[in-house]
C-alpha cells in the first residue's frame, strides 16, 4: 500500500515540476524575469515543491517503511 501512495506522489510531483517549468515559460514570468532576472515566484514555488514530492515518492516506492508486516 506503501507504495502505491508513493506512486501517486510521485506523479502528483511530476505534474508539479511540468507546471512550474510550462510557468517558467510564460509571459508573466518573461516579464519578471526582464525586471528582476529570475522566473515567477509561483514557478519557482511549482517546481521547489514538484521536486520535494518527486523526492518524497522515490523514497517512498524504494525504500518502504519497515513497519509491522501483518
Same mark, same amino acid.
Given at each position: 500500500?506503501?507504495?502505491?501512495? @508513493?506512486?501517486?506522489?510521485?506523479?502528483?510531483?511530476?505534474?508539479?515540476?511540468?507546471? &512550474? *517549468?510550462?510557468?517558467?515559460?510564460? $509571459? %508573466? +514570468?518573461?516579464?519578471?524575469?526582464?525586471?528582476? @532576472?529570475?522566473?515567477?515566484?509561483?514557478?519557482?514555488?511549482?517546481?521547489?515543491?514538484? &521536486? *520535494?514530492?518527486?523526492?518524497?515518492? $522515490? %523514497? +517512498?516506492?524504494?525504500?518502504?517503511?519497515?513497519?509491522?508486516?501483518?
Amino acid at each position: 500500500m506503501n507504495r502505491i501512495a @508513493g506512486i501517486a506522489v510521485l506523479v502528483v510531483g511530476l505534474v508539479l515540476v511540468l507546471w &512550474g *517549468l510550462n510557468a517558467s515559460d510564460s $509571459l %508573466g +514570468s518573461g516579464i519578471s524575469r526582464i525586471f528582476t @532576472g529570475a522566473p515567477t515566484q509561483k514557478a519557482i514555488w511549482l517546481m521547489i515543491g514538484g &521536486g *520535494l514530492l518527486v523526492a518524497a515518492g $522515490l %523514497g +517512498s516506492i524504494f525504500y518502504p517503511s519497515r513497519g509491522n508486516p501483518t
